[in-house]
């Protein structure tokens, strides 16, 4: 299972960083387009829906055929670079955060690591540190997937050196505030629910059936992501309405476009303009992207610790699992 176990200890802080990186680089790919759609339905001012003839995406079938139709099958992967170099990096930083907090809790305090609670709280601090860590990758990443025809940024290098000369170092942290208010009780609420539903699936199916642990590993990861995201999907809203401030040129082919002066001035105009749906935008991409790699995550980091565990001491007792 997820986080230190002092009954069954075999992935190291390097190892967990390894198998994190390596679980955030195949879950991207797979998830990329998903990704796509839920920051361009993010970003528009306009009602998400066909009665609405202003608005350029009305539901995620409809969107799917327009960007494939103007912009290609590529266009599902805007942004890939920089995203892979988020997922790599946070899914190395986040899982040997949240392995070494875990330890540290079990070694320091009374609390036992296994606890919920434990999860809940050191599941946060883990991606908030991975946050700060990667959050200029991030917002490279939100200005791809964001952009349309013609692009403002042909290449990752052309935008780092754009955004730095024209914007100032300080964009690349556009949006930290609210991501770290979001990400806090979204990942904390990720390893708290993903701890739950593991105990539970170990209650409801006989310890025997070790078959199906892979399946279990990633049904539990679907679950507590979408649960997870519903509870803390407006700030990400928020998060990525902040993150293309001064790019408003480049997101003129798809609406309206606003000019927002921090998070409350963003959360008041989202209020004002849209109503309490305005921060619900692209939740139904959000839910499936949320399901799938939360539990494609879950899944690969497990795997890839028990293969990790096999390979360094196959002759030892294997990662327990959960």
Same mark, same amino acid.
């Given at each position: 299972?997820?986080?230190?176990?002092?009954?069954?200890?075999?992935?190291?802080?390097?190892?967990?960083?390894?198998?994190?990186?390596?679980?955030?680089?195949? $879950?991207?790919?797979?998830?990329?387009?998903?990704?796509?759609?839920?920051?361009?339905?993010?970003?528009?001012?306009? +009602?998400?829906?066909?009665?609405?003839? /202003?608005?350029?995406?009305?539901?995620?079938?409809?969107?799917?055929?327009?960007?494939?139709?103007?912009? =290609?099958?590529?266009?599902?992967?805007?942004?890939?670079?920089? &995203? +892979?170099?988020? %997922?790599?990096?946070?899914?190395?930083?986040?899982?040997?955060?949240?392995?070494?907090?875990?330890?540290?809790?079990?070694?320091?305090? %009374?609390?036992?690591?296994?606890?919920?609670?434990?999860?809940?709280?050191?599941? =946060?601090?883990?991606?908030?540190?991975? $946050?700060?860590?990667?959050?200029?990758?991030? /917002?490279?990443?939100?200005?791809?997937?964001? +952009?349309?025809?013609?692009?403002?940024?042909?290449? #990752?290098?052309? *935008?780092?050196?754009?955004?730095?000369?024209?914007?100032?170092?300080?964009?690349?942290?556009?949006?930290?505030?609210? /991501?770290?208010?979001?990400?806090?009780?979204? &990942?904390?609420? +990720?390893?708290?629910?993903?701890?739950?539903?593991?105990?539970?699936?170990?209650?409801?199916?006989?310890?025997? *059936?070790?078959?199906? *642990?892979?399946?279990?590993? #990633?049904?539990?990861?679907?679950?507590?992501?979408?649960?997870?995201?519903?509870?803390?999907?407006?700030?990400?809203?928020?998060?990525?309405?902040?993150?293309?401030?001064?790019?408003?040129?480049?997101? &003129?082919?798809?609406?309206?476009?606003?000019?927002?002066?921090?998070?409350?001035?963003?959360?008041?105009?989202?209020?004002?303009?849209?109503?309490?749906?305005?921060?619900?935008?692209?939740?139904?991409?959000?839910?499936?992207?949320?399901?799938?790699?939360?539990?494609?995550?879950?899944?690969?980091?497990?795997?890839?610790?028990?293969?990790?565990?096999?390979?360094? %001491?196959?002759? %030892? /007792?294997?990662?327990?699992?959960?």
């Amino acid at each position: 299972m997820v986080g230190y176990d002092p009954e069954a200890k075999c992935v190291s802080s390097a190892e967990a960083a390894a198998a994190g990186s390596a679980s955030g680089l195949v $879950t991207r790919v797979l998830v990329s387009p998903l990704d796509v759609l839920k920051i361009r339905f993010q970003l528009q001012i306009e +009602q998400l829906s066909s009665r609405n003839p /202003t608005a350029k995406y009305h539901g995620i079938l409809q969107a799917v055929q327009c960007i494939f139709r103007e912009e =290609g099958l590529t266009a599902f992967w805007k942004g890939h670079v920089p &995203a +892979q170099f988020l %997922s790599i990096g946070f899914g190395a930083v986040q899982f040997m955060a949240f392995e070494s907090l875990t330890e540290l809790v079990h070694n320091v305090t %009374s609390f036992n690591a296994r606890d919920s609670s434990v999860h809940l709280v050191c599941g =946060g601090l883990a991606a908030c540190t991975a $946050t700060v860590a990667v959050q200029p990758v991030d /917002t490279l990443r939100t200005r791809f997937a964001a +952009q349309g025809e013609p692009k403002i940024y042909p290449n #990752l290098r052309h *935008a780092v050196v754009t955004m730095y000369q024209t914007e100032g170092p300080q964009t690349f942290y556009r949006g930290l505030t609210p /991501t770290l208010v979001a990400i806090f009780p979204y &990942a904390g609420l +990720q390893f708290f629910f993903y701890n739950i539903l593991q105990k539970f699936s170990k209650w409801v199916i006989p310890a025997e *059936a070790k078959n199906g *642990a892979n399946v279990k590993n #990633l049904v539990c990861g679907s679950c507590a992501g979408v649960i997870s995201k519903s509870l803390t999907y407006p700030l990400d809203v928020v998060k990525k309405r902040l993150q293309v401030g001064g790019f408003e040129h480049a997101r &003129a082919a798809f609406g309206q476009v606003r000019t927002y002066g921090g998070l409350l001035d963003c959360m008041r105009q989202i209020m004002r303009e849209e109503g309490p749906a305005g921060f619900f935008k692209g939740l139904s991409p959000s839910l499936l992207k949320a399901a799938s790699s939360t539990g494609l995550i879950f899944f690969w980091y497990e795997l890839f610790c028990g293969l990790l565990c096999a390979v360094r %001491s196959p002759e %030892s /007792t294997k990662r327990k699992e959960g």
